[in-house]
């Protein structure tokens, strides 16, 4: 019997209230994973603009402003629950954060707008080709000299295999394939991540922290 597939917006929704102290549970090594998502914002001068895409509730929020006190973060996320949520947690913050309901799967994300682009533990639920069309957007948006972060549950190759398994057995003859609308686990082995930015035009594509369960990568747009 298949499992049901949730629309994307109502999976965390639904899940908003909790949601933070689930990730604080669930992620390998919670604060150095959040640490060093922030680190290559660090001396990036001030009130510079971030783009964080699938922001939820901002759970990377205080690390960023750690690192750039100064910054100015526009978090774009499709779940109004999990941004009403963070918006009560990260009140202190005031006007250095705009909540921006919207998907950067379907929404303009603009050219050459941004020296900092960041996603955290959202790019997972995207197969091959549509997560090469949202990096695409991604480096167009990303300032000729800026960076793209991006933290995520990443997996070894073999279980990579094993995902890409799941996910088509869970998604034959559903209507609940469509990308992007519904929620689904499509981990990514670090090797392909890389590649599939690459492929995109960024380069080069550090991996600034690994566990067995996630990693952080910075994706570079250097003038050639």
């Known amino acids: 019997m298949k499992k049901k597939i949730e629309e994307m917006a109502s999976f965390f929704d639904a899940r908003a209230d909790g949601y933070d102290q689930h ?45 750039a006190p ?17 918006s009560k947690t990260h009140r202190a913050f005031g006007d250095q954060i705009q909540w921006t309901r919207g998907s950067y799967v379907t929404d303009p994300l603009g050219k050459l707008e941004y020296k900092v682009i960041l996603s955290s533990m959202t790019m997972h639920h995207f197969f091959v080709h549509e997560k090469r069309k949202i990096y695409q ?10 960076i793209y972060i991006e933290g995520d549950y990443m997996v070894s190759s073999d279980e990579e295999v094993a995902a890409l398994a799941r996910y088509f057995e869970q998604t034959e003859n559903s ?18 991540q890389v590649m599939l930015l690459k492929s995109v035009g960024f ?22």
């Open 23 to 67: 990730m604080r549970d669930n992620i390998q090594g919670f604060v150095k994973y959040y640490q060093a998502l922030a680190k290559p914002i660090e001396g990036r001068g001030d009130a510079f603009r971030i783009l964080d895409l699938g922001c939820g509730t901002g759970l990377e929020f205080p690390y960023l402003f750690e690192a």
């Open 203 to 224: 380069d080069p594509v550090r991996v600034i922290y690994r566990t067995t369960t996630n990693a952080v990568l910075v994706a570079s747009k250097l003038k050639k």
């Open 175 to 192: 209507e609940g394939a469509e990308i992007g609308k519904f929620h689904l686990d499509i981990p990514f082995s670090v090797k392909r």
């Open 137 to 146: 957007k991604i480096f167009d948006a990303v300032k000729m000299g800026g």
């Open 70 to 86: 100064q910054a100015l973060i526009t978090g774009m996320d499709i779940s109004e629950e999990m941004m009403r949520e963070g």
